[in-house]
């Protein structure tokens, strides 16, 4: 499922970078830049969920950390870029409420994200010795209890603070339409030309033969 949210992931910022893209002015380099960024942070944190989904906690911590930093990290990171280009965006390409929403958004993101990392800091220093990555099983009052259900509620409201984010783009992309076009460069597979007319010649040479 995780492998499905990724590739849609990056479907979405793609779709994004596109449509900020043709909306903003030759003039604008800036953004334009800040775009291009905005694309890379989005595909590589959607590109992360899928290291979270194939390397799991209790296999391979390492990998699945990584992944999470890159969902996470660079996510938050993508959030915060979009943020800025909604801020030059608006009132004349959006309004200002968008802004403020998504703006809003990117603080409850960076809140969930020093929550998380706090209330984890404090679980592991808690329990020396212990394979925290393998534990499964918490009791109340037990040691580290309370640090680890603070880093859970964070890391669920980190990933609803994502989702809602992206529920912002609904009516941005009602306003757009993407086409594939195909443009040929040649009426032909081949190489060269030579190559296609040597292919024809000896095509038709042999229906010659054929018919005789």
């Known amino acids: ?15 994004r970078y596109k449509q900020v893209q043709a909306l903003l002015g030759q003039e604008e380099k800036t953004l334009h ?8 942070l989005g595909t590589i944190s959607s590109s992360g969920m899928c290291v979270v989904a ?16 890159m969902t996470f990290g ?7 870029v979009q ?3 909604s801020f030059h965006m608006q009132p004349h390409l959006h309004s200002k409420t968008i802004f403020s929403i998504r703006l809003s958004i990117a603080v409850w993101t960076i809140a969930s994200i020093i929550s998380m990392f706090v209330s984890s800091v404090v ?4 329990l020396p010795g212990v394979d925290v990555a393998q ?43 993407l086409r594939a076009e195909t443009e040929l460069q040649n009426h032909h597979l081949y190489d060269s030309l030579h190559d296609a007319r040597s292919a024809n010649q000896s095509e038709a040479s042999a229906l010659l033969t054929g018919n005789i």
């Open 1 to 15: 499922m995780l492998d499905v949210s990724a590739f849609l992931g990056i479907a979405t910022t793609y779709v």
């Open 74 to 80: 660079i996510g938050a990171l993508y959030i915060v």
């Open 33 to 40: 830049k800040t775009n291009q960024l905005g694309l890379v």
């Open 54 to 69: 194939n390397f799991q906690k209790t296999t391979l911590f390492a990998m699945h950390i990584v992944g999470a930093v």
């Open 83 to 85: 943020s800025l280009l």
């Open 123 to 126: 679980m592991y220093s808690s």
């Open 135 to 177: 534990k499964l099983h918490w009791s109340p009052g037990e040691m580290g209890y309370t640090a680890h259900i603070i880093s859970t509620i964070s890391e669920w409201s980190l990933a609803f603070s994502f989702i809602s984010f992206f529920f912002t783009y609904i009516r941005d992309f009602q306003k757009i339409n």
